[in-house]
């Protein structure tokens, strides 16, 4: 899936998707992200990986497709960064990280 600012999302597998936030996206969510056991986020990594196993993780998918679309809209990186390979391809699509210094 991709918008006019590039790729937002794609599956690994079946269960794993990953879906590309903006930076500020990240830390307005980080404890929502946090605190789920379904996402997985990699600090410095535009990249959040989602594990879908309940129909509450495709739902929670759904909306951060939705959050992803208007934050790339609104606020476009300002350093017009090409974005980095995602979490999958830099071998830490599932490890838990601590967000609290976001």
Same mark, same amino acid.
């Given at each position: 899936? /991709? ?9 690994? !597998? #079946?269960? &794993?998707?990953? @879906?590309? $936030?903006?930076?500020? *996206? ?18 410095? /990594? ?9 129909? !509450? #993780?495709? &739902?929670?998918? @759904?909306? $951060?497709?939705?959050? *992803? ?34």
């Amino acid at each position: 899936m /991709s918008s006019a600012h590039g790729e937002i999302a794609h599956f690994h !597998s #079946d269960r &794993d998707v990953d @879906l590309r $936030l903006t930076d500020r *996206a990240i830390r307005r969510f980080a404890k929502d992200l946090k605190d789920s056991d379904a996402i997985r986020v990699v600090p410095g /990594s535009q990249w959040v990986t989602l594990r879908l196993d309940a129909a !509450s #993780d495709v &739902d929670l998918l @759904l909306t $951060l497709v939705s959050v *992803a679309l208007k934050a790339q809209q609104a606020w476009p990186d300002p350093l017009d960064r090409p974005p980095a390979g995602c979490n999958d391809q830099r071998g830490a699509g599932f490890v838990k990280v601590d967000l609290s210094g976001l």
